[in-house]
C-alpha cells in the first residue's frame, strides 16, 4: 500500500524547535519530489515547503523562510521538517504530500494523516 | 487573504449541480496548471482534480474541472451527501516561486 506516515508532532513552547518526520512506503520514495502542506486549526491548508527528489532544490513559502528546513533520508524513505524559532501561528497539521510523476506531475497525490503541532507556553 | 480567491461556502441538494469558483492571476492559474483538493470532515486532503481538468482513477466523472484565463473551476454534479466537504484549489505562482492554496469552500449538501 503507497502511503506516507508524519510524526514528531506535540506541544512545545514559542522559541522551541521541532523536527517532523515523514516515513513513506510502497513506492519508490527516491524518485519522487515530496512537499510539506499546514492546516492551522480551523484554516485552509497553506503550501510549506517542497524538495526535489535528489535534494538538489529546495522550496519554501516565502513567508516562512529562515525558521523552516526541509531535507530528506532516501536510503531511509523519509522526509523531514525542521522548525526553529517556533511562534503560536505556526500552531497546525502538518501534512506530508507526495508530488505525483509522469501524467500526474506537481499534484499531491498521496497525503499522510498529518501531525499535529502546538505552540503555547 | 489567500492568493487564489475562492467562495467561502456552496450549497446543494442531492442531486444538483453546484460549480465552485476559483480566481487568481497571471503569476498563477494564468500560466500554470489548476489542481483541486477535498477534505472530508476530520481527514486529509485527497487529490481530486490534476492538470485543469484530469481526475485520478477512483474519483467519479461527477466531478469536473476546467480553466479559461485566469480563473478556474470544479463542477460537481449529481450532488450526494458525502460530497460534503471543503474544497481547495492549488495552482504555482510565479511571483512568490511556490504553490499557492485557495481559502476553501465549504460545501453544504442541504
Known amino acids: 500500500e503507497v502511503q506516507v506516515v508524519e510524526s514528531g508532532g506535540g506541544l512545545v513552547k514559542p522559541g522551541g524547535s521541532l523536527r517532523l518526520s515523514c516515513a513513506a512506503s510502497?513506492?519508490?520514495?527516491?524518485?519522487?519530489?515530496m512537499n510539506w502542506v499546514r492546516q492551522a486549526p480551523g484554516k485552509g491548508l497553506e503550501w510549506v515547503s517542497s524538495?526535489?527528489?535528489?535534494?538538489?532544490?529546495?522550496y519554501y513559502a516565502e513567508s516562512l523562510k529562515g525558521r523552516f528546513t526541509i531535507s530528506r533520508d532516501n536510503a531511509k524513505n523519509s522526509l523531514y521538517l525542521q522548525i526553529n524559532s517556533l511562534r503560536a501561528e505556526d500552531t497546525a497539521v502538518y501534512y506530508c504530500?507526495?508530488?505525483?510523476?509522469?501524467?500526474?506531475?506537481?499534484?499531491?497525490?498521496?497525503w499522510g494523516q498529518g501531525t499535529m503541532v502546538t505552540v503555547s507556553s | 487573504q489567500s492568493v487564489l480567491t475562492q467562495p467561502p461556502s456552496a450549497s446543494g441538494t442531492p442531486g444538483q449541480r453546484v460549480t465552485i469558483s476559483c480566481s487568481g492571476s497571471?503569476?498563477?492559474?494564468?500560466?500554470?496548471?489548476v489542481y483541486w483538493y477535498q477534505q472530508l470532515p476530520g481527514t486529509a486532503p485527497k487529490l481530486l482534480i490534476y492538470?485543469?481538468?484530469q481526475r485520478p482513477s477512483g474519483v467519479p466523472d461527477r466531478f469536473s474541472g476546467s480553466r479559461s484565463g485566469t480563473s478556474a473551476s470544479l463542477d460537481i454534479s449529481g450532488l450526494r451527501s458525502e460530497d460534503e466537504a471543503d474544497y481547495y484549489c492549488?495552482?504555482?505562482?510565479?511571483?512568490?516561486?511556490?504553490?499557492?492554496f485557495g481559502g476553501g469552500t465549504k460545501l453544504t449538501v442541504l
Open positions: 497571471s503569476s498563477n492559474i494564468g500560466s500554470h496548471y
Open positions: 504530500a507526495r508530488e505525483g510523476y509522469g501524467d500526474s506531475a506537481e499534484a499531491f497525490d498521496v
Open positions: 524538495i526535489r527528489s535528489d535534494s538538489r532544490s529546495t
Open positions: 510502497g513506492f519508490p520514495f527516491s524518485t519522487y519530489h
Open positions: 492549488a495552482a504555482w505562482d510565479d511571483s512568490l516561486r511556490g504553490r499557492v
Open positions: 492538470k485543469n481538468d
